[in-house]
């Protein structure tokens, strides 16, 4: 195993962090909400709601961000390595991950083990455990 140096960025990475836990910080300081990204589309698909105004603000900002990267000038380009049935199909299970967990891994992983619940604890080594089982299984079983 061998670290790609070039695409190696840690400061961007921490300053990414950095700035997930805030804005994580801020929406439960000033609005008492949990930043998980499953419960904030889920409930904009759902019924109306009265709070629709920082769900849409938070939406357009995790889709603006790339859109104002790309028009600053620092193009994004990801290496999907997938065709689109496998992504529909990966999207949809990860739906159904979510429902059963109650939350995503951004409400789990970020928001709720800082707040010391052991349901997100649990919840988050099963989303690891998972990914970890499935690269294994991916690479060194069948090949890929």
Do not use: K
């Not at 910080?25 to 759902?46: D, E, H, K, P, T």
């Not at 619940?117 to 649990?122: A, D, P």
């Amino acid at each position: 195993m061998s670290i790609d140096t070039v695409s190696f960025t840690p400061g961007l990475s921490l300053a990414g962090g950095l700035v997930i836990g805030v804005a994580a910080a801020v929406l439960v300081l000033f609005n008492g909400r949990i930043a998980g990204i499953s419960g904030i589309l889920g409930s904009m698909l759902g019924s109306p709601q009265t709070d629709a105004g920082w769900r849409l603000a938070f939406l357009a900002g995790l889709v603006g961000a790339p859109v104002l990267a790309v028009l600053l000038g620092h193009p994004i380009a990801p290496d999907i390595q997938a065709g689109w049935s496998e992504i529909l199909v990966a999207g949809f299970l990860v739906g159904i991950g979510t429902r059963y967990a109650s939350g995503c891994t951004s409400g789990h992983g970020v928001c709720g083990i800082s707040r010391g619940s052991v349901r997100s604890v649990v919840a988050t080594a099963t989303f690891m455990a998972s990914g970890i089982l499935t690269v294994f299984v991916h690479r060194h079983l069948l090949g890929g």
